[in-house]
């Protein structure tokens, strides 16, 4: 299975930026997709972006412009730039591996165990 890992959590200010990172060890090799989520406390669990190792990529109407998922493939990782951030972005955000169209079944719904995101001043 490919398994991912989150990192890149933390407490950020109102406004600014933070990084996150998921590393799945053979998930180019695979083709397989990665995905993140997020889930607020109190909260359904919301579907963020996409991301095929091709570069494609898909974003939730309600962070485009804000999230950015990007990939290293040199490093086996997928990473999510998150800017202007505010309280709402207060959450754990987590990563999933999927098939997709073309991957292998070592993709198939492999979660990571995610990082918390606290937005606050």
């Known amino acids: 299975q490919v398994q991912p890992v989150e990192s890149g959590g933390g407490l950020v200010q109102p406004g600014g930026s933070l990084r996150l990172s998921c590393t799945a060890p053979g998930f180019t090799s695979n083709k397989c997709v990665i995905n993140w989520h997020r889930q607020a406390a109190g909260k359904k669990r919301e579907w963020l972006s996409s991301i095929m190792t091709d570069g494609s990529t898909y974003t939730a109407d309600s962070v485009k412009g804000r999230f950015t998922t990007s990939i290293d493939e040199a490093k086996d990782t997928v990473l999510l730039q998150i800017n202007s951030l505010n309280s709402e972005d207060t959450a754990i955000y987590s990563c999933?591996?999927?098939?997709?169209?073309?991957?292998?079944?070592?993709?198939?719904?492999?979660w990571g165990q995610g990082t918390q995101v606290t937005v606050s001043s």
């Open positions: 999933r591996t999927t098939r997709g169209s073309s991957g292998t079944r070592q993709c198939d719904d492999n």
